[in-house]
């Protein structure tokens, strides 16, 4: 299984991003799909996350500024990140989980880093 992240970079308070995370090589079915983030010297937070049926969650700190959506027939999902602020600035990582076992299966992508200079 494999995630790739990519649409991270470099960008000025105030301006937007859009993160995308594909995911290949599973035979089971995607459930959750979610974007965390790090901060340096922070633990790992939930930033977004849409289920299978399409409900969505947010942190508060993103709320009105951040849109997770996804696109089932590319097995991918995106985050769209507008309006950024310095505190936006971290590694995001992707997150899914399959439909394998009693609880679904966890798996991480290996993250993208976003930078948002004052």
């Known amino acids: 299984v494999q995630l790739v992240e990519s649409g991270g970079g470099l960008v000025q308070a105030g301006g937007s991003l859009t993160l995308s995370c594909e995911v290949s090589?599973?035979?089971?079915?995607?459930?959750?799909m979610g974007w965390y983030r790090q901060a340096s010297g922070a633990e790992r937070e939930l930033v977004a996350a849409?289920?299978?049926?399409?409900?969505?969650d947010y942190a508060d700190s993103v709320k009105g500024r951040f849109t997770i959506s996804r696109d089932n027939a590319k097995n991918t999902v995106y985050l769209q990140m507008n309006s950024l602020k310095p505190e936006d600035t971290g590694v995001y990582y992707c997150?899914?989980?399959?439909?394998?076992?009693?609880?679904?299966?966890?798996?991480w992508g290996k993250g993208t880093l976003v930078t948002v200079s004052s």
């Open positions: 849409v289920t299978s049926g399409g409900m969505t």
């Open positions: 997150k899914v989980k399959f439909s394998a076992g009693r609880n679904g299966l966890d798996y």
């Open positions: 090589g599973s035979i089971f079915i995607i459930l959750d």
